[in-house]
C-alpha cells in the first residue's frame, strides 16, 4: 500500500493520454470551450447539473462566479472547467484551498486533467512547478502574491474554494486580499455556505469591470434526512449500521471525547472479520509510532477511525485514505472532515450542537451546522444521506423515563426529570429544528494589517504608501475599522524603520517609490509574528560569548510565537505535581503548599529580561501592547532534556495532540530559520536550529518531503513502474543535525549517570543492570556528582570516530575535579539508524582512560 493520498497515487499512475481534458486548437469561441469541457466529463461518465452548467456558461463568457450550492453538487467541475477556459486563452489560474492537505488533493487531481507539466503548487513549504499555467496554493499565498505584485500580478483566474473562511477571525484576510488586490483577474468564489453575498456580486463587478454571477440552488443531487436521536449515542451507532447507513462520522467538539467514544466503540462488532483482514492488509507495514500510534493502529484493525487536528497529519491521511477505500464504518472526530476533504460518509451524527470556541461554550452557527452536515451522502456513492443529531443525555434519560411509566399518568408524574448540568450550555430540539431551517449567516470581514503584509507591499513596484492607503481605506470594512487599520500600519511602519528593515529613500524613484527594504536582509528573511520586530531587537542584547546564547536565541523567539495551550498546560501540570512532592517531602503543610502552588507554572526562561526589554519596547512602539509577549519553552525543553519527540510527547502526557506538538516545532524552526540574522548565528545555534528541523521531518515529513520530491512531477506518458512513491529522508543525510540527535542521546545518559540510575542505562545497552552498577559505584568511589550544567554540554566533549559503518562516540563527563577521564561510550549503527527512521545506539559503558 503507497502512504499517499489517493488522489496522489492516482495522478502520479495516470498515463491514460484520454483522461487529459484536451482543448480545441487556436481561438476557440466560448461554445467550443464549452462543448470541451462537457465532452471531457461526459467521458469520466459525468453529466453536467442545471447549476454546473450556468456557472460554466458564465465563466466561459468571462463573468465573474459566486457559486452557493450544496457539498456533493460537483463545484470542483465547475473550477476545472474555469481553469480549461483560462488556459484556453493564455491566462494563469490560482486555485486557492484553505489547507495543505486540500491544496495537496487539488493539485494532484488537477495533474490528472491538465498533465503534470501545466500544473503547479505553492505553499508556505514547498514550491512545485511554480511558473505552470495552473497553480494550487493556500490561500495566503495568492494574498502574498496580490500584495506584492497587486493588479499588475500575472494571474487571469482565481478560484477560491471554501470562501466562507473568508469570515474566519485570524485567517480571513487572506480571502478578502486577493479580492481588493487583483482586479485585472476573473474570479470564481465557492462554498455551500455562503449566505447573503450581495455585497459580493457589487464590489467584484466595480474592482474588475466584469459583470457578476450568483449561481445557487438549494437541491443536493444526494438528499438528506434529519433526525433527532433519543437513544444513547452507542445505540444510535448500533441502529445506523444495522440499517446500513454507514460509514458514519461521528462528529465531537472535543479530542479527548472524540478518541473516548471510538475506544468504546471497539466492544461491538463494527467490522466482519473478512473486512478487518482487509484493513489489515491495507495498512501493511505503516509505520505506527508509539504512544497514539498504536492506539489508532488497534482502533483502525476493528474499523474505526479517528480525525482530529491534534493527531499528526501522517495519521490523519491514512484515515481519509482507508474510509475513501470504504474499509471504515465509523470514524470519530472533530469538524476537521468539514473543510472539504473527499470523504465518503453517508451518514453524519452530531454528539452535541454546542462547542467551545476558545471563549466560551455556544451553540452551533447555521453556517457551522451546515458545513458539517453536508459531508453527508457523496454523490457517486450515495443515492441519500442522513444527519442525525443526539439529544442531550438527560433529556434521553427523562425520555427513558418515561417510557418506562407508559402512559399510566401517575407513573409519568413520578418519574424524576433530570435538568441540564449547572451551568453548561446545552442545546434543545427546538435549537435543533432551527439549525436544520436557517440560513447560513452573512460573512463578515476579518481585514487586518500585519508587519508581513506591509514588507510585500514596500517589496511591489511603485509607491507603498498609495498602495497601502488604497488597501487599508477601500476594503470590506465599516470607516471606524479602516482607521483603526490605517492607524496599526503607521505603527508598524514606524517599527520596521526602527528595527532597520526599511529605509526611506532621500529621492524618490522613477516609479514613485519612497522606501524601500534593507539591501543585507539574508534570503528568505521574514517577520512572521507581530513580534518579530521585537524579536529581532531582543536579539541584539544577547551575549554571543555565553555558554546559553543558543538557547536564549531559542527563548526569544519562543516568546513571539502563539502558546501551544495544551502543552503548556501539562508542563504546568507536570511542574506542580513535582513541587508538591517535593514540598511533602519538605513537610510543608497542606495550606501553604496549596498557597505555594499558586506560583509554579510552566518554564519561562529569561522571563524577567524580556518582560523588561519589552516594556522599553513598548515606549516607542506604544501599539504593541495589542500583541502580548508570552516566554515559554518547548523547544528549549526538548532540547535541554535530550528528548526525542517521542520521548517528550510520552513526557508530558501529550500523545493525543502530538500534531499540535508537532505544528509548534514546524512554526519554530521556519521563525528561527527566517528570523534570525546569518550574522547571529553561532555554530551552536545553526546546530539546534539543523536539529529541530530534522525532528520535524523525522517524526513526520507528511506533505513536505512528497512535495520536494516532486519538483519535476511525472512526465505524461510515463508507465505506472517508472513512478514511485518518494523515499523518506535518510536520518543521515544532514550530518549536522545527525550529530546533535547522537550529542542529545550521549548527554541524557550523562544525565542519568549523574542520577546514578543503572536500570535507565540498560536502555540501548548492552550491559545489564548489575553491570552498570558496578560501572557508576567506580565513578563514585572518586567523585560526589557529575556536572550537567551548560559547560557539560559543549559540543567538544562529544569524541567521534567515523567509519562507512557506523561512528564510535565518546561523551565526556565533567567530573567535580576537573580530570574529564570517565567518558561514556556508545556505538551508532548508520544502516540501520536510516532504516529505523531514528538513533539505533548501542550503549556499551562507562570507563575511565587507562
Known amino acids: 500500500m503507497s502512504f499517499l493520498p489517493d488522489t496522489m497515487a492516482r495522478a502520479m499512475t495516470t498515463t491514460d493520454a484520454g483522461a487529459l481534458l484536451r482543448l480545441p486548437e487556436g481561438d476557440a469561441d466560448p461554445d467550443a470551450l464549452f462543448d470541451a469541457v462537457e465532452t471531457w466529463a461526459g467521458s469520466r461518465g459525468l453529466s453536467l447539473y442545471p447549476a454546473q452548467e450556468e456557472a460554466l456558461l458564465e465563466l466561459v463568457t468571462g463573468a465573474n462566479v459566486i457559486l452557493s450550492t450544496p457539498t456533493g453538487t460537483g463545484k470542483s467541475l465547475v473550477a476545472t472547467g474555469a481553469a480549461a477556459f483560462a488556459l484556453a486563452a493564455g491566462r494563469r489560474t490560482y486555485y486557492t484551498a484553505p489547507i495543505k492537505a486540500l491544496v495537496s488533493e487539488k493539485f494532484f487531481d488537477l495533474i490528472g486533467v491538465f498533465g503534470a507539466a501545466n500544473v503547479g503548487m505553492l505553499t508556505g513549504d514547498a514550491s512545485v512547478n511554480a511558473d505552470a499555467p495552473v497553480v494550487a496554493c493556500t490561500?495566503?499565498?495568492?494574498?502574498?502574491?496580490?500584495?506584492?505584485?497587486?493588479?499588475?500580478?500575472?494571474?487571469?483566474?482565481?478560484?477560491?474554494?471554501?470562501?466562507?473562511?473568508?469570515?474566519?477571525?485570524?485567517?480571513?484576510?487572506?480571502?478578502?486580499?486577493?479580492?481588493?488586490?487583483?482586479?485585472?483577474?476573473?474570479?470564481?468564489?465557492?462554498?455551500?455556505?455562503?449566505?447573503?453575498?450581495?455585497?459580493?456580486?457589487?464590489?467584484?463587478?466595480?474592482?474588475?469591470?466584469?459583470?457578476?454571477?450568483?449561481?445557487?440552488?438549494?437541491?443536493?443531487?444526494?438528499p438528506l434526512t434529519f433526525s433527532w436521536a433519543l437513544t444513547p449515542v452507542h445505540e444510535t451507532i448500533e441502529e445506523l449500521l444495522s440499517t446500513h447507513q454507514a460509514p458514519v462520522y461521528v462528529v465531537h467538539f472535543t479530542q479527548a471525547a472524540a478518541l473516548e467514544q471510538a475506544q468504546a466503540l471497539t466492544s461491538m462488532n463494527v467490522a466482519t472479520r473478512a473486512e478487518r483482514d482487509r484493513i489489515a492488509e491495507e495498512i501493511g507495514a505503516f509505520p505506527f509510532a508509539r504512544g497514539f500510534g498504536k492506539t489508532l493502529s488497534r482502533l483502525l484493525r476493528h474499523g474505526i477511525g479517528v480525525h482530529h487536528a491534534g493527531m499528526l497529519p501522517k495519521y490523519r491521511r491514512l484515515v481519509e485514505q482507508l474510509a475513501q477505500a470504504g474499509l471504515l464504518k465509523v470514524v470519530c472526530g472533530t469538524d476537521t472532515l468539514g473543510v472539504g476533504i473527499n470523504v465518503p460518509i453517508r451518514?453524519?451524527?452530531?454528539?452535541?450542537?454546542?462547542?467551545?470556541?476558545?471563549?466560551?461554550?455556544?451553540?452551533?452557527?447555521?453556517?457551522?451546522?451546515?458545513?458539517?452536515?453536508?459531508?453527508?451522502?457523496?454523490?457517486?456513492?450515495?443515492?441519500?444521506?442522513?444527519?442525525?443529531?443526539?439529544?442531550?443525555?438527560?433529556?434521553?434519560?427523562?425520555?427513558?423515563?418515561?417510557?418506562?411509566?407508559?402512559?399510566?399518568?401517575?407513573?409519568?408524574?413520578?418519574?424524576?426529570?433530570?435538568?441540564?448540568?449547572?451551568?453548561r450550555t446545552t442545546w434543545t430540539e427546538e435549537a435543533y429544528e432551527r439549525l436544520v431551517a436557517a440560513e447560513p449567516e452573512p460573512l463578515v470581514s476579518r481585514m487586518r494589517v500585519t508587519h508581513a503584509m506591509l514588507l510585500n507591499v514596500i517589496a511591489r513596484d511603485g509607491d507603498p504608501f498609495t498602495a497601502m492607503r488604497r488597501l487599508l481605506r477601500d476594503n470590506h470594512e465599516d470607516g471606524r475599522a479602516q482607521v483603526r487599520l490605517?492607524?496599526?500600519?503607521?505603527?508598524?511602519?514606524?517599527?520596521?524603520?526602527?528595527?532597520?528593515?526599511?529605509?526611506?529613500?532621500?529621492?524618490?524613484?522613477?516609479?514613485?517609490?519612497?522606501?524601500?527594504?534593507?539591501?543585507?536582509?539574508?534570503?528568505?528573511?521574514?517577520?512572521?509574528?507581530?513580534?518579530?520586530?521585537?524579536?529581532?531587537?531582543?536579539?541584539?542584547?544577547?551575549?554571543?560569548?555565553?555558554?546559553?546564547?543558543?538557547?536564549?536565541?531559542?527563548?526569544?523567539?519562543?516568546?513571539?510565537?502563539?502558546?501551544?495551550?495544551?502543552?503548556?498546560?501539562?508542563?504546568?501540570?507536570?511542574?506542580?505535581?513535582?513541587?508538591?512532592?517535593?514540598?511533602?517531602?519538605?513537610?510543608?503543610?497542606?495550606?501553604?503548599?496549596?498557597?505555594?502552588?499558586?506560583?509554579?507554572?510552566?518554564?519561562?526562561?529569561?522571563?524577567?529580561?524580556?518582560?523588561?526589554?519589552?516594556?522599553?519596547?513598548?515606549?516607542?512602539?506604544?501599539?504593541?501592547?495589542?500583541?502580548?509577549?508570552?516566554?515559554?519553552?518547548?523547544?528549549?525543553?526538548?532540547?535541554?532534556?535530550?528528548?526525542?519527540?517521542?520521548?517528550?510527547?510520552?513526557?508530558?502526557?501529550?500523545?493525543?495532540?502530538?500534531?499540535?506538538?508537532?505544528?509548534?516545532?514546524?512554526?519554530?524552526?521556519?521563525?528561527?530559520?527566517?528570523?534570525?540574522p546569518e550574522s547571529m548565528r553561532s555554530e551552536e545555534l545553526a546546530d539546534l536550529i539543523a536539529w529541530l528541523g530534522a525532528v520535524v521531518r523525522q517524526t513526520d515529513s507528511s506533505l513536505l518531503d512528497e512535495w520536494d520530491a516532486l519538483t519535476a512531477p511525472p512526465a505524461e506518458g510515463a508507465a505506472p513502474a517508472e513512478v514511485r512513491p518518494p523515499e523518506p529522508p535518510r536520518l543521515t543525510a544532514d550530518s549536522r543535525a545527525f550529530t546533535v540527535l547522537v550529542r542529545n542521546a550521549m548527554f541524557r545518559r550523562v544525565e542519568w549517570v549523574a542520577r546514578d540510575d543503572a536500570a535507565a542505562l540498560t536502555t540501548d545497552s548492552s550491559l545489564d543492570e548489575a553491570e552498570w552498577g558496578e560501572a557508576l559505584d567506580a565513578y563514585y568511589a572518586e567523585h560526589d556528582h557529575v556536572d550537567i550544567g551548560p559547560d557539560a554540554r559543549n559540543p567538544r566533549l562529544l569524541l567521534v570516530e567515523k567509519s562507512a559503518e557506523a561512528w564510535e562516540v565518546a561523551q565526556v563527563l565533567r567530573d567535580p575535579a576537573g580530570h574529564q577521564d570517565w567518558r561514556v561510550t556508545a556505538r551508532i549503527d548508520l544502516a540501520a539508524s536510516d532504516e529505523e527512521g531514528e538513533l539505533v545506539i548501542d550503549v556499551t559503558g562507562l570507563t575511565r582512560l587507562g
Open 139 to 222: 490561500a495566503e499565498v495568492l494574498a502574498n502574491i496580490a500584495l506584492r505584485q497587486g493588479s499588475a500580478a500575472d494571474i487571469g483566474l482565481v478560484v477560491m474554494d471554501e470562501f466562507h473562511f473568508y469570515a474566519e477571525p485570524d485567517r480571513g484576510w487572506a480571502w478578502q486580499v486577493p479580492l481588493l488586490e487583483l482586479t485585472g483577474a476573473q474570479f470564481l468564489l465557492m462554498s455551500a455556505t455562503l449566505g447573503d453575498v450581495t455585497r459580493f456580486v457589487e464590489d467584484l463587478s466595480r474592482r474588475t469591470g466584469r459583470p457578476t454571477e450568483v449561481v445557487s440552488s438549494a437541491e443536493r443531487p444526494v
Open 486 to 676: 490605517v492607524r496599526r500600519a503607521v505603527a508598524q511602519y514606524r517599527s520596521l524603520l526602527a528595527a532597520g528593515v526599511v529605509e526611506p529613500l532621500d529621492t524618490p524613484a522613477a516609479d514613485g517609490r519612497t522606501m524601500r527594504l534593507v539591501e543585507d536582509l539574508q534570503l528568505g528573511f521574514a517577520l512572521n509574528q507581530p513580534l518579530s520586530t521585537f524579536a529581532l531587537s531582543a536579539l541584539e542584547t544577547l551575549d554571543p560569548e555565553s555558554v546559553s546564547y543558543a538557547l536564549d536565541v531559542v527563548s526569544a523567539i519562543e516568546a513571539t510565537l502563539d502558546d501551544p495551550r495544551q502543552v503548556l498546560g501539562a508542563q504546568e501540570h507536570k511542574a506542580r505535581g513535582e513541587a508538591i512532592g517535593q514540598m511533602k517531602a519538605d513537610g510543608i503543610e497542606y495550606d501553604e503548599r496549596m498557597e505555594l502552588l499558586e506560583e509554579v507554572t510552566y518554564p519561562k526562561p529569561l522571563e524577567e529580561l524580556l518582560e523588561h526589554l519589552y516594556a522599553v519596547y513598548r515606549q516607542s512602539h506604544p501599539w504593541s501592547g495589542e500583541d502580548a509577549l508570552s516566554p515559554k519553552s518547548v523547544v528549549r525543553d526538548m532540547y535541554e532534556r535530550a528528548m526525542t519527540f517521542a520521548e517528550y510527547v510520552a513526557f508530558y502526557g501529550l500523545a493525543r495532540s502530538e500534531g499540535l506538538v508537532l505544528r509548534y516545532l514546524g512554526d519554530a524552526f521556519r521563525a528561527l530559520r527566517q528570523t534570525v
Open 347 to 423: 451518514t453524519v451524527l452530531f454528539t452535541g450542537l454546542v462547542k467551545y470556541d476558545g471563549r466560551r461554550e455556544r451553540l452551533l452557527k447555521a453556517r457551522e451546522f451546515h458545513q458539517i452536515a453536508g459531508r453527508a451522502g457523496r454523490a457517486g456513492y450515495d443515492t441519500a444521506g442522513s444527519v442525525v443529531v443526539q439529544a442531550p443525555e438527560h433529556v434521553i434519560e427523562n425520555h427513558k423515563a418515561l417510557a418506562k411509566a407508559g402512559e399510566d399518568p401517575k407513573k409519568k408524574r413520578k418519574v424524576q426529570r433530570k435538568k441540564a448540568p449547572e451551568g
